[in-house]
């Protein structure tokens, strides 16, 4: 049986019909064709698949397409501007050198998005503790925990 669903993704209005077992990341992925969210585990312990549902972070291979019937979703392909200038994020990984492979990438500039709007003044445990559910076999963290510290300063210098 197939469920009608609609939803606002990076600003569009988008639908589809989906099995009641079909998880948003499936939707975005296979049915959307925004493969910048990726699929790590499965099993929610990655964080590779973070998305923005009305603004908060959440892992979308533990979250079904029909529960995100009505809601507002942003991707990773959300972040650069239409003319490819880069996030504020995006731009201060490039600069702190804090990507690796990337696979792991989308996720955490998810996290970081949502957790830098709740704590524009943060800690570097808050960071930490904050990127603790994205795995990334690649770095030991300290460039993204850089990345983080600058955008923050930066933003903060400017107010």
Do not use: W
Not at 65 to 72: E, P, Y
Not at 81 to 101: M, N, Y
């Amino acid at each position: 049986m197939l469920h009608e669903i609609t939803m606002t993704v990076n600003g569009k209005a988008v639908k589809g019909s989906v099995e009641a077992r079909t998880l948003l990341v499936q939707f975005i992925r296979e049915h959307l064709k925004l493969t910048g969210t990726h699929v790590g585990c499965d099993t929610t312990q990655c964080g590779c698949c973070v998305v923005h549902v009305d603004g908060n972070a959440v892992k979308s291979c533990t979250m079904l397409a029909v529960q995100a019937n009505g809601h507002d979703i942003r991707t990773v392909e959300s972040l650069a501007s239409a003319d490819g200038t880069l996030h504020q994020i995006q731009a201060a990984f490039k600069e702190a050198h804090a990507l690796q492979c990337g696979f792991c990438t989308p996720g955490i500039l998810m996290t970081l998005c949502a957790f830098l709007r709740d704590h524009p003044k943060p800690t570097e445990p808050g960071i930490r503790e904050a990127l603790s559910a994205n795995l990334c076999r690649c770095t030991g963290y300290q460039h993204i925990v850089n990345a983080v510290t600058n955008v923050s300063r930066e933003r903060n210098s400017r107010s």
